[in-house]
């Protein structure tokens, strides 16, 4: 066995076993070296239930129009989504006469108390920035504007959310382990921020999200480049507020008017029926790999499961929400999965058939097969940028949670195809064992008398 | 070796025979869009005891409600014993709407108490349902205080007019569990609606309900609109207030439970009467309407705007990689046109025939359209490359054939590929579609659609396109040729088959 290829085999193993450790129904998660991770599947809404939050503007001074709590509406499908869009939720805009809700179904947040998660999420996100002279301001307690006008000048922030740049914003823990939110400002507030801060050194700066103090200290120095806020939050707070900065303050105020934990739209027995459906249609796929191409049929086999489990683990690690579509949709990906292997067997049988000694018709197979496999990928890929662009851009979470998990898919499906059956096939051919042609699907005598064993250098 | 290429109009036309009727009832008739796109109408009850959600469906069944979503949720903020029904033995007025209420009121010493009226049918005759909630703190209720307190009702005028002797007579009292009536509850609504309503509080209250309110509680409404009408009924002399009013029975509510319905069909004060009547009477619970609205659709509005400027982006993208990846075969960019073009021919099939489907046999679309679209893009451009890639090869190796014998060789070679890996991609969806769960049944048969689609286009159409255009068969000069006096095609075959080769091969 060459070099390369036992180190690739090695390789594979490490993957599938850290894939079957991920995908283990009861699997214990990681939690070392400041990694926490349960490694729980998310059902989505129609297959576990979820909560259902009925959103009411709370401040009746505030003019709602149709727009405004639209783009409420598609902040909070970006908050709740976070960026990849696989979280599933279901958000709709409500009417009744004039008076506009937002009906918000989030599958999960059921096990255990998280409302106040789902209460940062939720709230209206407008980060101020105060400087309240030499008066620090605990935690928590709600900012009076008014009492700090000499400070203020106008009773209006120094600083608020719409300065930060949004792709700067993230959580990380300072030295002693403090979680903290990492911001820096963008375009002038970067230098109007460093000024102010010069100028105010010893000065309390408090910073508020919805006139709820976050943070109160001195400022020690002129903060020119990033900064850090510093609160007392739990790390999924951490993370909701740091997700409610990124995406921007809602144009109007809401609060939770019902909170209901709701059950699955569908009955046990749909699931059931997919899976069982489900399991047919691989079943099929299997056997027909296993028919038609024989051996390496088998090979394809087993980097298809290869592929299954490594993509649910992904799915698993960066938390895709799994509706029954989505499931559908995962093992549809298992059957086009397949098409790479084709390719490449269908060239390597060709090369057998115009008298190719078996090495040489799996090398010249696979290079033949290259070119359209690569084109044909990349050309899914581009597709899948350019729709995460627009769904990410335009606040459509649908087309970029398909994008997401579409690249994932052909990713995966590319590196199991080539990489896997690859490797598995350079580390049986040079035994010798497989040289039978009925092996490949091929009539007898097919395969070049010169034996691939002889050649082999084991 | 078959000879695909020659017909190549044939399996054109054949396109063109789904395409033009699809895109002609796109046109004409749309998309059958469902809740999801349209939106609809939401209503949230809360039944008295847990209900399953089996149950919630057979209930709904006999009414004609478009693409209706049931999903149970349990509200922890919802005392269970914090809602009371209370039957009387007929429909009642604002007089006997402004004791009741009066007496509760005192009752309880508490004037935020939530009293509804409604009008609802309990077995097949009309009556009203009194549903008390909003008790003040700390207090639990109790089904004897509140019989107790309602012992004494003054009499009701014949809110109906017409049924005044029936009402008399049903005044015994009936058994709590009664068997259920099956009986559908719709044309008892129908009824409702045509109730002169002067008296009749809560029908004015329910009928402006079709109209929005401004509230968010409709019932809240039916309770002001009873106070401002409180002016003792000065209706016809020929209607007395001279049918006794009994309470005939207390419920007291045994769950957190909640209902929410959603549905494409507009819900209007009388179909909603008409469900909460079914409730009672087949379902033998009562129920509380906690909230009802019009909602807007769950796919953001402009999602399938920006769904189709991402598809023509990407598209465009696809066009500039394959004119790229194909540089050394002459004229690439047709490479790209076509790609496209077969791209274009699957979204078109699959939209169209949705389309036909939805006015036929009422296939709605959903969000997850969207997606199965989207998958079906990507796998008609996949496998329309690996077509145009066998020809890129042989377009190198086979020097001495015409464009049209590379195209035919690329085609049959890559056959065994193309029906290969689309019949484990069909085989996965037809047991998908036919064994798996009614509810993705939509999405799965579309992208059934989509994949054979994209594999037929990808042979028949991506190909052959390539091929007419590069034979000029499209354009202005072939017309000429043929039609225009030009030199009869028999006699310039072997010179024709010359110059294409040396213009085929740049």
């Known amino acids: 066995m060459r070099r390369g290829t036992a180190l690739l085999l090695l390789l594979i193993v490490i993957l599938a076993a850290c894939a079957a450790y991920i995908d283990w129904p009861n699997t214990p998660g990681i939690h070392i070296l400041g990694i926490n991770h349960d490694f729980k599947v998310n059902l989505g809404l129609d297959l576990q239930g979820g909560v259902r939050a009925l959103l009411v503007p709370s401040n009746p001074n505030e003019q709602v129009t149709d727009e405004t709590i639209q783009a409420a509406r598609n902040l909070i499908e970006q908050r709740v989504n976070g960026g990849l869009g696989v979280s599933e939720p279901s958000i709709r805009v409500q009417q009744n006469g004039n008076q506009y809700s937002i009906s918000v179904e989030l599958p999960g947040f059921n096990t255990g108390n998280q409302t106040q998660a789902l209460q940062t999420l939720l709230q209206a996100g407008n980060l101020e920035f105060w400087d309240t002279g030499s008066t620090p301001l605990s935690e928590n307690s709600t900012f009076d504007p008014s009492q700090y006008t000499s400070t203020n000048p106008g009773g209006k922030p120094w600083f608020t959310g719409k300065d930060l740049d949004p792709s700067q914003i993230g959580v990380s823990t300072d030295s002693s382990g403090q979680l903290q939110i990492n911001f820096a400002m963008k375009g002038d507030a970067v230098a109007k921020f460093g000024q102010f801060t010069q100028q105010h050194i010893g000065d309390y700066l408090t910073v508020t999200l919805d006139r709820k103090v976050i943070q109160s200290a001195v400022i020690q120095s002129a903060i020119n480049g990033p900064g850090v806020i510093t609160g007392r939050f739990t790390l999924q707070e951490a993370q909701s507020i740091a997700t409610v900065l990124r995406y921007g303050a809602l144009p109007i105020a809401l609060k939770i008017a019902s909170l209901q934990t709701v059950g699955p739209t569908l009955g046990t027995d749909s699931i059931q029926k997919s899976l069982i459906a489900g399991a047919i249609g691989l079943g099929m796929v299997v056997l027909f790999m296993l028919l038609y191409y024989r051996l390496p049929g088998l090979l394809a086999d087993l980097a298809l499961a290869l592929y299954a489990g490594l993509t649910f683990a992904v799915f698993k690690v960066i938390g895709v929400t799994l509706t029954l579509a989505g499931i559908a949709g995962f093992i549809l990906s298992i059957g086009m999965a397949v098409d790479a292997n084709v390719l490449i067997f269908e060239r390597v049988k060709e090369e057998l058939r115009a008298g190719r000694l078996l090495a040489a018709a799996i090398d010249v197979g696979w290079k033949r097969a290259w070119p359209s496999i690569r084109d044909s990928n990349f050309s899914t890929i581009i597709t899948c940028l350019v729709l995460f662009f627009f769904g990410n851009t335009f606040g459509a979470t649908i087309i970029s949670g398909f994008a997401t998990t579409l690249i994932l898919g052909v990713l995966i499906s590319m590196f199991t195809a080539i990489v896997v059956t690859r490797t598995f096939l350079n580390v049986l051919v040079p035994t010798g064992v497989i040289n039978h042609p009925a092996l490949f699907g091929l009539p007898a005598g097919s395969i070049a008398a010169a034996t691939a064993g002889r050649r082999s250098s084991l | ?506």
């Open chain 2, 1 to 506: 070796m078959f000879r695909l290429v020659e017909k190549r109009y044939l399996f054109l036309a054949l396109s063109l025979l789904v395409i033009v009727p699809g895109v002609l009832s796109l046109i004409f008739k749309g998309l059958n869009v469902g809740i999801d796109f349209a939106g609809g109408s939401s209503l949230s009850l809360r039944p008295e005891k847990q209900l399953t959600i089996t149950t919630v469906r057979n209930l709904l069944k006999p009414f004609p409600l478009k693409d209706v979503q049931v999903q149970l949720g349990s509200d922890q903020t919802l005392a269970s014993k914090g809602t009371l029904w209370v039957r009387l033995n007929t429909t009642v007025d604002s007089t006997v709407q402004n004791a009741i209420k009066k007496d509760l009121q005192t009752l309880y010493k508490s004037t935020s108490l939530g009293i509804t009226f409604d009008d609802l049918t309990y077995k097949g005759k009309k009556v009203t349902i009194v549903t008390v909630t909003n008790f003040p703190k700390g207090v639990t209720p109790k089904v004897e205080d509140i019989s107790k307190a309602l012992s004494k009702l003054p009499n009701t005028t014949d809110t109906t007019k017409s049924s005044s002797s029936s009402a008399v007579s049903s005044a015994t009292p009936t058994p709590t569990s009664g068997p259920s009536v099956a009986r559908t509850p719709t044309p008892t609504a129908n009824a409702q609606a045509t109730a002169t309503a002067a008296a009749q509080a809560t029908a004015t209250a329910q009928a402006k309900k079709a109209t929005p309110t401004p509230t968010a509680t409709a019932r809240a409404t039916a309770t002001a609109t009873a106070t401002a009408t409180a002016t003792p009924s000065s209706g016809s002399s020929s209607n007395p207030a001279n049918i006794p009013v009994k309470v005939m029975e207390i419920r007291q509510g045994t769950t957190t439970q909640t209902i929410n319905i959603l549905t494409v069909t507009p819900l209007d004060a009388n179909l909603q009467a008409a469900i909460e009547s079914a409730f009672i009477n087949q379902g033998n619970t009562y129920v509380q309407l906690l909230q009802t609205a019009t909602v807007q659709g769950s796919v953001a509005a402009d999602t399938q705007r920006n769904a189709v400027l991402a598809v023509i982006a990407a598209s465009i993208l696809i066009l500039l990689y394959i004119w790229f990846s194909f540089r050394k075969v002459p004229r690439p960019w047709r490479y790209g046109v076509c790609a496209v073009i077969a791209l274009v021919h699957d979204v078109l099939v699959v939209v169209g025939i949705s389309s036909i489907l939805g006015w036929t046999v009422g296939f709605q679309v959903d969000a997850l359209f969207i997606t199965a679209l989207l998958t079906v893009i990507g796998f008609s451009v996949h496998d329309t490359i690996v077509v145009f890639d066998r020809i890129r090869e042989n377009m190198q190796r086979r020097t001495v054939e015409t464009f049209e014998e590379v195209v035919n060789a690329s085609l049959v070679q890559t056959m065994a590929r193309s029906l290969n890996t689309s019949l484990t991609v069909l085989f996965t969806l037809a047991a998908l579609t036919l064994f798996g769960g009614v509810s993705i049944r939509p999405f799965t048969g579309t992208l059934l659609l989509g994949i054979f689609s994209g594999t037929y286009s990808s042979i028949f159409n991506a190909s052959m396109l390539l091929v007419i255009w590069e034979k000029g068969e499209l354009g202005l000069s072939w017309l000429k040729e043929r039609f225009g006096g030009g030199q009869p095609a028999a006699t310039s075959g072997r010179r024709a088959r010359e110059r294409e080769l040396t213009t085929t091969r740049g």
